[in-house]
């Protein structure tokens, strides 16, 4: 794809807020485009049960995220699977560049999300083999084998737990001190360690073993997999100084989800708003792509 073609919209980002974007924008007569980097669906495919979605009183995230895509597809929204990795906001035809292709549009729907913080040390050079961001989409890779979790003031605690019913260890690595959740919840196979600092993850083909600063000492740690759970940020780094954002990051936008460039739009967890969810962003997706 190039630049020849300018759409009526761009959307960048295949979770809900960006599949309802590309079925209103769609349905009210406009060529739309929609990228997305990993999968149609975001953050939903991960969750394994979601019980306030209007219409189901119980639906995993992979039966909900298939329905949204089946829907998109066959209305004739154009999918690109590809990576947007800066933007031209300045005139009035946006520029949309991906690593593989460059596009162009007279509106531009933002749907890109939130994302896990990372650790920001080697441990994606082994993602995939043993170090994850998803624990309900992994766990069972890891049954009765040793794990670790990296949390920040208790933010694993609960997929912690959970992975304690499956994995033969699990040890919580959090950055401040635990001590007294530690003292107060003994579950047999989790061990909570405070003030970790994880220096480097290391192994051949998969995770072996974690380098941790344990209050001043060096230790090594043996394990199987590394679930990283340390909270998830807006995904506007692309934004930062092209739109006005919110002082944690979040995209602001007016009621009809424009933002502060004329023509381009915000819907879902990437939106300065009150409530994340599925819902939520769907309404919003809603909003843009009517009014894009
Ligand atoms: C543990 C957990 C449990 C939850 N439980 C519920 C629940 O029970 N009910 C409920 O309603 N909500 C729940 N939520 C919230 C819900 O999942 C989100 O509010 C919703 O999925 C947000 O959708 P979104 O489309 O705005 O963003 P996302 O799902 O984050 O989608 C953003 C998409 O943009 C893509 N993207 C990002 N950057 C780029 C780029 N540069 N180029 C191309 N593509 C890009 C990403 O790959 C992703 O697919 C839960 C969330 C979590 C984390």
Redesign the pocket.
């Known amino acids: 794809m190039s630049m020849e073609k300018i759409y009526d919209v761009l959307v960048?980002?295949?979770?809900?807020?960006?599949m309802s974007a590309g079925i209103y924008a769609k349905r009210s007569g406009k060529s739309v485009l929609l990228?997305?980097?990993?999968a149609l669906?975001?953050?939903?495919l991960s969750?394994s049960r979601?019980?306030?979605?209007p219409s189901q009183s119980e639906i995993d995230g992979f039966t909900l995220a298939q329905m949204f895509s089946k829907q998109v597809k066959e209305l004739g929204v154009e999918i690109l699977s590809d990576?947007?990795v800066s933007v031209d906001f300045s005139k009035e035809t946006k520029i949309v560049k991906c690593k593989k292709n460059v596009l162009s549009a007279k509106s531009v729907v933002i749907?890109?999300?939130?994302a896990s913080v990372e650790l920001e040390k080697n441990e994606n050079e082994f993602l995939g083999r043993g170090v994850s961001y998803c624990a309900i989409c992994d766990a069972n890779f890891y049954k009765n084998r040793p794990v670790c979790v990296a949390s920040k003031k208790g933010s694993g605690i609960k997929d912690a737990l959970m992975l304690s019913k499956i994995a033969s260890k699990v040890t919580l690595l959090d950055s401040e001190d635990m001590s007294v959740y530690a003292k107060a919840n003994k579950v047999g196979n989790l061990e909570v360690l405070s003030k970790i600092e994880i220096q480097a993850v290391k192994g051949n083909s998969q995770l072996e073993k974690l380098e941790i600063n344990r209050d001043g000492r060096q230790e090594t740690l043996q394990t199987s997999a590394l679930f990283i759970e340390l909270g998830?940020k807006p995904?506007t780094q692309?934004f930062e100084g092209v739109l006005k954002l919110d002082e944690k990051g979040f995209i602001v936008t007016d009621e009809n989800m424009e933002t502060s460039v004329k023509g381009v739009f915000a819907?879902?967890?990437?939106r300065s708003g009150v409530l994340?969810?599925?819902?939520t962003?769907c309404g919003d997706g809603a909003i843009a792509g009517q009014k894009a």
């Open positions: 960048i980002g295949g979770g809900v807020a960006g990228i997305e980097k990993f669906g975001g953050q939903v969750l979601i019980q306030n979605f990576d947007v749907a890109t999300g939130m998830k995904s692309l819907a879902g967890d990437v994340k969810q599925i819902v962003a």
